[in-house]
């Protein structure tokens, strides 16, 4: 099998990870990954954030679960979250970033690495508690964020293979 075919079928969301922390280099990586996503008409209207601060990506989670009544929300504990924003006015913002996610999670399954979307954000980026976070973490006032990836490395190494099923035609 083709390595990128790999890399797509062994790839799974992670929701516990260990303390061991990912090198700045492979994050800057993750984020160049999440750069060369297409995105509507090339328009490019994204920002990406990278937090390795715990403190921080701990009170940002506290913030979340807090505003959705969603006690202990905690992100699963990442070592570090990229957080793609878009303008709010991009016509193509949310397709743009879900490109921006899925190379960013594929990017790092190559290095061993886990990842999971976390949604929570796109409803609540203007309650101000949220937004005073989200601009101490120098996300523009004017963007949105649809979803981060949370990135750390698995407690559970061996994730089952999962069969995906679907619906699908092939017209010849």
């Not at 996610?101 to 203007?126: R, T």
Request: proline share 3%; aromatic share 8%.
């Amino acid at each position: 099998m083709n390595k990128i075919m790999e890399n797509i079928l062994t790839r799974r969301s992670v929701r516990a990870f260990t303390d061991k922390k990912i090198d700045i280099d492979i994050v800057k990586e993750l984020i160049k990954a999440g750069l060369y996503a297409p995105s509507g008409m090339g328009r490019q209207t994204w920002k990406f954030t990278a937090v390795l601060n715990q403190s921080k990506i701990k009170k940002l989670a506290f913030a979340i679960g807090k505003e959705l009544k969603r006690e202990g929300y905690d992100f699963y504990s990442p070592s570090v979250i990229i957080i793609p924003s878009n303008d709010k006015e991009s016509k193509f913002g949310k397709e743009d970033n879900a490109c921006a996610l899925e190379n960013i999670f594929l990017a790092a399954h190559s290095y061993g690495i886990g990842s999971v979307w976390i949604n929570q954000l796109q409803n609540i980026c203007d309650v101000p508690e949220i937004r005073d976070i989200l601009t101490e973490l120098e996300i523009p006032e004017n963007h949105v964020v649809y979803g981060l990836a949370a990135l750390g490395y698995a407690k559970d190494e061996n994730l089952s293979d999962v069969e995906k099923i679907g619906i699908y035609n092939i017209i010849e």
